[in-house]
């Protein structure tokens, strides 16, 4: 069964950074699409960023274009979530998740998810 665990969360200032990591196992994620995804208290869970499994595709939700960058190292079974500028409305449980095929903006095309990790922006 497939496992994907967060972590690099935490509370940082309005302007600052951090670098989410999603660690995955449990079998090979050859083909798969990996996503960021977050939610905020009350709201839906909306899209972050995808990649795909060649990383030659990358997709981003406009509110986080040129801020955030996504990444992944196949060798590693990793993906990072690097986060600069960071507002106080970027502060949500951050999901990982992964699907087999091409990228994608919809969290119910997405088959695995980890537990999340939070991230919160003081003003």
């Known amino acids: 069964q497939a496992q994907l665990v967060e972590s690099g969360g935490g509370l940082v200032q309005a302007g600052g950074s951090l670098r989410l990591s999603c660690a995955a196992s449990?079998?090979?994620?050859?083909?798969?699409?990996m996503g960021w995804f977050r939610q905020a208290p009350g709201k839906e869970r909306e899209f972050v960023a995808a990649?795909?499994?060649?990383?030659?595709?990358?997709i981003y939700a406009d509110s986080v274009k040129g801020r955030f960058t996504i990444s992944r190292d196949n060798a590693k079974n990793t993906v990072l979530l690097q986060m600069n500028s960071l507002k106080p409305e970027d502060t949500a449980v951050y999901y990982c998740?992964?699907?087999?095929?091409?990228?994608?903006?919809?969290?119910?095309?997405?088959?695995?998810w980890g537990q999340g990790t939070q991230v919160t922006v003081s003003s």
């Open positions: 990649i795909t499994w060649n990383s030659y595709n990358t």
């Open positions: 449990g079998r090979t994620f050859s083909g798969y699409t």
């Open positions: 998740a992964a699907r087999l095929g091409l990228d994608s903006r919809w969290p119910y095309q997405y088959a695995d």
